[in-house]
């Protein structure tokens, strides 16, 4: 279960370094469904202002209809250029500006990676990774001539921790995890921040009916990427993680002076991190000195 105190610690020190707070406008992809759902439950709670997005505007009339002057429901598709610009232009004719960009949209792939084909890799890409890019390209410019703004990228702790079955997946999150921390440091001194979002398992949908599943399976993947499969399965509606308090975390962050560059959420998500943190630096240090052999001896 979640560890609530662990919880409400992390929030006190973040709001202890919260300036007052000032309503920013926020757009937010995948708002029918999951974290985005509940992202934008919370925007409307905390008095912001919220452009909700879905493929389909109807899935998110509900959560807008008690909000007319705050809230604003458009069609977005992250792999449609066409409506990437409207929802943008949309938005900002509504609002003005744009604060905060929340790029949730996505979707989880399981398969071994010989299982999947050439397309669904290829449609796991254009959602996760090219969709991330184009809704970002259209609100970056509206950002950097006003020198503010914050893009939460939602990654997840299979970014840093890839496991069988999931290759296809963790690979996506692994791109974004790193352009993230390119643009970073290509926004800091344009006054932009970048945070990415690790969470671990959390009660949505995503490992339900948002998942999709390769087409062919191999059966000696059976024990490797079909025992994570049916593992993922198995936990499904019994995960730790609570999307309502993910939310509330992305709030105070967003209002805080000093942002983090990523944020691991979920007692999952940190110990596997930290797991494969001291994995990676175990292999550093056995094999360093064949690492540094590799130079130009002057």
Same mark, same amino acid.
């Given at each position: 279960m979640c560890n609530c105190s662990n919880f409400r610690k992390m929030v006190r020190l973040i709001r202890k370094d919260m300036p007052t707070h000032q309503q920013k406008t926020w757009l937010v992809t995948g708002c029918s469904t999951g974290f985005g759902r509940a992202i934008a439950q919370a925007i409307l709670a905390s008095k912001d202002k919220l452009i909700a997005t879905a493929r389909n505007p109807d899935t998110i009339k509900d959560l807008v209809a008690e909000y007319p002057h705050e809230a604003i429901a458009i069609a977005l598709d992250v792999t449609d250029i066409d409506s990437i610009t409207t929802a943008v232009h949309t938005g900002l004719d509504k609002f003005g500006s744009i604060d905060v960009l929340v790029n949730n949209a996505g979707f989880g792939m399981v398969g071994a990676v010989e299982e999947l084909s050439d397309g669904e890799i290829r449609r796991q890409f254009d959602t996760n990774v090219f969709g991330l890019l184009n809704v970002t390209r259209a609100v970056l410019p509206h950002m950097r001539s006003r020198r503010a703004g914050h893009i939460l990228n939602l990654s997840s702790i299979a970014g840093f921790v890839p496991s069988p079955g999931l290759g296809a997946y963790a690979a996506t999150k692994h791109a974004v995890e790193a352009l993230s921390e390119a643009m970073a440091q290509e926004l800091q001194p344009l006054g932009v921040h970048?945070?990415?979002?690790?969470?671990? !398992?959390? +009660?949505?949908?995503?490992?339900?009916r948002s998942m999709s599943h390769a087409e062919q399976t191999i059966?000696?993947? #059976?024990?490797?990427?079909?025992?994570?499969?049916?593992?993922?399965?198995?936990? !499904?509606? +019994?995960?730790?993680?609570?999307?309502?308090?993910?939310?509330?975390?992305?709030?105070?962050?967003?209002?805080? #002076?000093?942002p983090p560059l990523r944020l691991a959420l979920g007692n999952d998500s940190v110990a596997g991190i930290r797991a494969k943190a001291e994995r990676v630096l175990a292999n550093l240090q056995e094999w360093e000195s064949v690492s540094q052999s590799t130079d130009f001896i002057h």
């Open positions: 970048v945070t990415i979002i690790e969470p671990g !398992n959390f +009660r949505t949908d995503w490992a339900g059966a000696d993947y #059976s024990p490797t990427a079909g025992r994570a499969q049916s593992a993922l399965m198995q936990r !499904n509606g +019994r995960q730790p993680g609570n999307p309502e308090k993910l939310a509330s975390v992305l709030i105070d962050i967003v209002h805080s #002076s000093n």
